[in-house]
């Protein structure tokens, strides 16, 4: 019985907030760790959670942590409506509703001895970051690692700590951009794809994984192709409103696909067409 | 021993340029250098030089009464530093300043202008690659502006 109401998708499992970390002033990273000891934590990168607040809602949020860590659940959540602003201000020892993870996540195993270009805008680096770190885990497994992240200020740049860490990996380049430079700050000013110019990528052997808002991954997208890395070696997140998580109630309706469930990563081969449509 | 030549055709701005075109270009060319923190050019200066940068990022900037100057867009090794040398008033319309100790080739823009005024055909390819350049850095802004990492209320 207890194991059929464990794999009951619709029914949240009992989590704790273990830690919360300020990452911008508007963006926090909450470490939330099983109430029930058999919960181990398991997901893939890119796979996403259904966060349950109690008393006010449910909300989908992508997994942010590091694959590898079994006895926790990580999450970046940007604070920009009530669910959100009720996560981000829980305590230390708050309980929370877990369902999932569910979804496709980054092509990790797929992509082994390639060359991976991770694409990422604004608080999209959150999903891409478990990817991250299965590759530095596993550096002899895969090719070079190209991290480009572009975000709207210095201030708003997610785990900058962790990003300078990371350049110091062999055969890693990581280059960081923002909209709005202020005074104090010495890297680049632009948009995300403007840093294509100080890569060199091989293309045949390259495969890119790309989230942030659309119209940034459209351009990604087409300054990939034009870069010559095919579409059925790009992967893009997607984003819809998603309820029940399991492909029942059609509100992530995306063209023929179910996000939460045929998603949120997607090769790009088969929502490019779908990436240039406005009514959808 | 790097030529001057060589360094003008491995810039990825002039990848490709014809030998003849290429001996134009280096009759006015010159090796510079400008120290971190210094200003390379000004907003209202005459405009009679494009640097490709070699190495270290330049600011490209703008100023506003009464705030800090504004950052626009950085230039890195591989690009270009200045059009407006090509159009009159041949005024600078920005700011420019070395983040980092930069080495470029400066180009004269009158030698240039005299030179692409006597070879439409010298002329033609030098726009072609300009406006390759403007379009990106357009295309670049235009999504700038959007502000997508914004919140959408």
Redesign the interface.
């Known amino acids: 019985m207890a194991t059929a109401i464990t794999n009951d998708p619709m029914l949240p499992q009992p989590y704790s907030v273990r830690e919360v970390a300020k990452e911008t002033p508007d963006t926090f990273t909450l470490s939330l760790k099983p109430e029930n000891a058999v919960n181990k934590t398991s997901f893939q990168p890119g796979q996403f959670s259904m966060l349950w607040v109690f008393g006010i809602g449910e909300l989908p949020i992508s997994i942010s942590g590091d694959p590898a860590l079994h006895d926790r659940l990580v999450y970046t959540v940007?604070s920009?409506g009530q669910a959100t602003h009720s996560l981000v201000n829980l305590r230390v020892g708050d309980g929370v509703g877990v369902r999932g993870p569910f979804g496709a996540g980054w092509p990790a195993e797929a992509a082994r001895g390639r060359d991976i270009i991770v694409v990422a805008?604004?608080?999209g680096l959150a999903p891409l970051r478990p990817l991250i770190y299965q590759v530095l885990q596993n550096r002899k497994n895969y090719g070079r690692l190209v991290i480009l992240y572009?975000?709207?200020s210095p201030r708003?740049l997610l785990y900058r700590k962790e990003l300078a860490t990371w350049a110091r990996n062999r055969e890693t380049q990581v280059l960081v951009?923002v909209?709005?430079?202020?005074?104090g700050?010495?890297?680049?000013?632009?948009?995300v794809?403007?840093l294509f110019?100080?890569t060199r990528l091989q293309p045949a052997r390259s495969v890119a994984m790309v989230c942030?808002?659309e119209?940034?991954m459209r351009?990604v997208v087409g300054e990939l192709e034009t870069q010559g890395i095919s579409q059925d070696d790009i992967y893009v997140s997607m984003e819809r409103n998603m309820k029940c998580a399991v492909g029942f109630c059609g509100h992530c309706q995306y063209g023929p696909y179910f996000i939460c469930k045929d998603g949120p990563v997607f090769q790009c081969e088969r929502v490019r067409k779908l990436l240039e449509k406005y009514e959808i | 021993m790097e030529t001057l030549k060589g360094i003008i055709t491995e810039h990825p701005f002039f990848a490709g340029l014809d030998d003849s075109f290429a001996d134009l270009m280096v009759s006015c060319a010159s090796n510079v250098r400008f120290k971190a923190g210094t200003y390379i050019l000004k907003e209202g200066d005459a405009a009679n030089t494009f640097y490709l940068i070699r190495e270290g990022k330049v600011a490209v900037e703008v100023f506003a009464p009464q705030h800090k100057p504004i950052i626009v867009s950085t230039l890195g090794v591989g690009e270009i530093l200045g059009w407006s040398w090509l159009m009159p008033p041949f005024q600078w319309k920005f700011h420019a300043h070395a983040v980092d100790d930069i080495r470029a080739i400066a180009l004269d823009g009158k030698c240039l202008r005299t030179k692409c005024e006597e070879n439409h055909d010298l002329g033609y390819e030098i726009l072609k690659r300009f406006a390759r350049i403007m379009e990106q850095r357009l295309e670049a802004t235009r999504l700038q502006l959007l502000d997508v990492y914004g919140v959408r209320r």
Do not use: Q
Not at chain 1, 179 to 183: F, I, K, P, Q
């Open positions: 940007r920009v805008g604004g608080i572009g975000g709207r708003d951009t909209d709005y430079g202020g005074l700050w010495r890297g680049h000013v632009g948009v794809t403007t110019k100080y942030g808002p119209i940034m351009f």
